[in-house]
C-alpha cells in the first residue's frame, strides 16, 4: 500500500530565517507531487505541483520554492520567512494519469513564523 | 467567481439526522470530484469521489453529481456527534492537468 510522510510535524521560526520541509512517498512510482498551504481559518491553497523530477510548477509567486530530486521526494522551501508564511502545509499525491484519480495528503506541517 | 464554493457554515443538524452538503465549481470541463473531512488541526482524508452524473452510495454517504447545474452534494444518514469536522469539496479538471483545486469547506456540527 502507498504511503505518505511529511516533516517536520511543527516547527516555530523567526522572520527572515529558512525553512525546509520534506516530504515522500512509498509503495508507488512516479507519483504526482503537491504542495498545499491552508491558513488559519481559509481553504487549501495550491503552491507548486510537480509531475516528474526536476519538474516544478509554481501556482503563486511568493518567496517559497520546491524540488523534487528523486522520484518520491518533494522538498518546499524558502530562504527567508515572512509572518505571512504562516500556516498549515501539506504534501500530497496522486497517480498519474486518468481523471479519477484521487489525490491523498501527509499528515501536514504546522509552521509558525514568529 | 470562485472556482469551488461551499458554504463555510457551520450547518448543525442533530444526532440521527441527515446532513446535506453542497458545492458549487464554475469549470464546466471538470471531470472528477471528491470530499475530503478534515478533523481541527488534521490533514483531509478521502470520503469519496464521483464523476458520473447521479448518486453514488458508500455506507452512510452519498455523493451527488449534476454537471448541466455544475453542482456535486455530499449526503451524511444518520449523522454523528463524530462526523463534526470541515467537509472539504474538491474538482479536477480536464484529463491531462494535474490540479486539485478546493473548496474553503463546510464545518459540520452534529448535534448529540
Known amino acids: 500500500s502507498q504511503t505518505i510522510h511529511q516533516w517536520p510535524a511543527t516547527l516555530v521560526q523567526p522572520v527572515g530565517s529558512p525553512l525546509s520541509l520534506e516530504c515522500t512517498v512509498e509503495?508507488?512510482?512516479?507519483?504526482?507531487l503537491y504542495w498545499y498551504r491552508q491558513a488559519a481559518g481559509r481553504g487549501l491553497q495550491l503552491l507548486f505541483y510537480?509531475?516528474?523530477?526536476?519538474?516544478i510548477s509554481s501556482e503563486v509567486p511568493q518567496n517559497l520554492s520546491a524540488s523534487r530530486p528523486q522520484d518520491r521526494q518533494f522538498i518546499l522551501s524558502s530562504k527567508k520567512l515572512l509572518l505571512s508564511d504562516s500556516g498549515f502545509y501539506l504534501c500530497?499525491?496522486?497517480?498519474?494519469?486518468?481523471?479519477?484519480?484521487?489525490?491523498?495528503f501527509g499528515e501536514g506541517s504546522w509552521l509558525t513564523v514568529v | 467567481q470562485k472556482e469551488v464554493e461551499q458554504n463555510s457554515g457551520p450547518l448543525s443538524v442533530p444526532e440521527g439526522a441527515i446532513a446535506s452538503l453542497n458545492c458549487t465549481y464554475s469549470?464546466?470541463?471538470?471531470?472528477?470530484f471528491f470530499w475530503y473531512r478534515q478533523y481541527s488541526g488534521k490533514s483531509p482524508e478521502l470520503i469519496m469521489f464521483?464523476?458520473?452524473?447521479g448518486d453514488k452510495e458508500d455506507g452512510r454517504f452519498t455523493a451527488q453529481l449534476n454537471k448541466a447545474s455544475q453542482y456535486v452534494s455530499l449526503l451524511i444518514r444518520d449523522s454523528q456527534p463524530s462526523d463534526s469536522a470541515t467537509y472539504l469539496c474538491?474538482?479536477?479538471?480536464?484529463?491531462?492537468?494535474?490540479?486539485?483545486?478546493f473548496g474553503t469547506g463546510t464545518r459540520l456540527k452534529v448535534l448529540a
Open positions: 500530497a499525491w496522486s497517480r498519474t494519469g486518468t481523471a479519477g484519480n484521487t489525490i491523498y
Open positions: 509503495g508507488t512510482s512516479n507519483p504526482n
Open positions: 510537480s509531475v516528474g523530477i526536476g519538474q
Open positions: 469549470d464546466r470541463g471538470s471531470q472528477s
Open positions: 464521483i464523476y458520473s452524473n
Open positions: 474538491a474538482v479536477k479538471g480536464v484529463s491531462g492537468t494535474y490540479k486539485y483545486i
